[in-house]
């Protein structure tokens, strides 16, 4: 059923009895054209854009938990796409592009809110990172500005641009088409268009192992739902990555470290955009329930528990209440933890392995949702034709042996 006016209309005098389910729950099939193991944004883009530009049908999408419960339903949702490097300009500029009408597209409303996203800077050496940044976007048509603190405050009324503080503000970058989203809308979304157009969407149905044919070739996959058959595999698993891949003999230069986040109770508007700030580890935004999302750095060693270090929680809250001193009376409602696998260069790997059949979209580290629709629609056709897509040809594994890394690690000390 399409979302619209009429069906809006027909539902209210029906007590809004008669909504479908939004996505189909079949038992898994004995064999599939391929498999996407990684139920995410990313997972579920995927398999949209492999049956809608792609038309294969004959797909599912493996999650062990359920859609949206990793790191998609876990981030702070922030997009912007004011990368340093070409090969990142044109990935997530990419994505940026496809945000402008996924709610159109996909027909469920996934809240793309371009709001603007402003980075502050607390020293010299933020100053001449973000005036890099500024200009190189500038150059590449992507757009970015560089503001005054009190430009700066213009922009987000509520930030304190005192120079009595710890880390006074002494400009800011600020990208206006970068914004929010909607987490669970996005997987959702892609979830309920895939299935429409044949997707097996199998939740609860962890995958323990890959099976490998006399060749070498991927076969299928062990499940806890049964064995299922396929040549083709793409695995999108973020923070389990190393571990989905090590049960085909992959290696990885990946760690998986825990980010966390959390809200405060919720207020009337206060925060009209978002405002990040990476050298002290903290950044805002204002959810459309009136909740303040705060969200930290990475913890400081790896693990896979999905929560993160009270230490982490305080440091972030200290430096919110200095830069944001009226929301100091906040009660913080609830925190949570997603793990997010970090590649040495801080820029994702999307492309082949060294085993034949099976691919690879990973290492978005703390910055992957707002690649969310351009992620799945380059890894899509990487997956469904076995060559690259130009835009994600610079990722690939290979980069790590032949030296051409596409460092981002400025753009992503908390990068979201
Ligand atoms: C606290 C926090 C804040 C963040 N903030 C932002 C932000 O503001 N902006 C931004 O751009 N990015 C942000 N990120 C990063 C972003 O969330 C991720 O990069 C992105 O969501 C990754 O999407 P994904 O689909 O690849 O991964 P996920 O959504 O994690 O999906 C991977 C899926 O694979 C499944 N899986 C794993 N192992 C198996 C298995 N063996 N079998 C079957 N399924 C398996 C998992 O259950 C999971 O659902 C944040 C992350 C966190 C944790």
């Not at 992957?368 to 899509?380: E, L």
Request: net charge neutral; with cysteine; hydrophobic share 40%.
């Amino acid at each position: 059923m399409r979302f619209s006016l009429l069906s809006l209309i027909r539902q209210s005098f029906a007590h809004n009895t008669g909504w479908p389910e939004q996505w189909r729950s079949p038992e898994p099939k004995p064999s599939y054209d391929a498999i996407i193991i990684g139920g995410g944004g990313h997972g579920l883009a995927t398999a949209y854009y492999m049956a809608a530009e792609h038309g294969m049908r004959n797909i599912a999408v493996v999650e062990k938990g359920w859609i949206g419960g990793g790191n998609t339903g876990r981030n702070t949702t922030i997009i912007r796409s004011n990368y340093l490097w070409e090969e990142s300009e044109a990935l997530y500029g990419h994505a940026m592009t496809l945000w402008q009408d996924l709610s159109q597209v996909l027909n469920y409303n996934v809240m793309y809110s371009p709001r603007g996203v402003m980075m502050l800077a607390h020293n010299i050496h933020d100053v001449q990172v973000f005036k890099r940044h500024v200009h190189a976007n500038r150059l590449a048509g992507t757009d970015n500005e560089w503001l005054t603190p009190e430009q700066a405050k213009a922009f987000c009324p509520i930030l304190n641009i005192s120079k009595d503080i710890r880390y006074p503000v002494i400009g800011a970058s600020l990208q206006r088409r970068g914004g929010t989203a909607r987490h669970d809308a996005v997987a959702w979304g892609y979830a309920r268009a895939a299935s429409a157009l044949g997707v097996d969407i199998l939740q609860n149905c962890e995958v323990t192992a890959i099976t490998r044919d006399a060749s070498g070739a991927v076969a299928g996959i062990e499940t806890t739902r049964g064995t299922i058959a396929t040549k083709r595999i793409g695995v999108v698993a973020a923070g389990n990555t190393s571990h989905v891949m090590s049960m085909a003999g992959v290696r990885l230069p990946l760690e998986s470290y825990p980010l966390q986040a959390l809200v405060s109770e919720p207020v009337k508007p206060v925060m009209p955009c978002v405002v990040m700030s990476n050298t002290i580890h903290a950044y805002m935004s204002q959810s459309d329930k009136g909740e303040l999302v705060i969200g930290a750095g990475t913890d400081a060693y790896i693990s896979y528990s999905q929560t993160g270090g009270l230490h982490i929680a305080t440091h972030t809250l200290d430096a919110i209440c200095e830069m944001f001193p009226n929301v100091r009376r906040l009660r913080m409602l609830r925190n949570w933890g997603g793990i997010v696998d970090v590649t040495p260069d801080r820029s994702p790997i999307i492309g082949k392995t060294p085993v034949p059949g099976l691919f690879l979209n990973c290492g978005w580290g703390t910055g992957g949702f707002k690649a969310t629709p351009g992620s799945g629609h380059v890894f899509a056709h990487q997956v469904a034709t076995g060559e690259p897509h130009p835009i994600n040809a610079p990722f690939s594994l290979d980069r790590f042996r032949t030296g051409r890394l596409i460092d981002e690690a400025a753009a992503a000390a908390v990068a979201h």
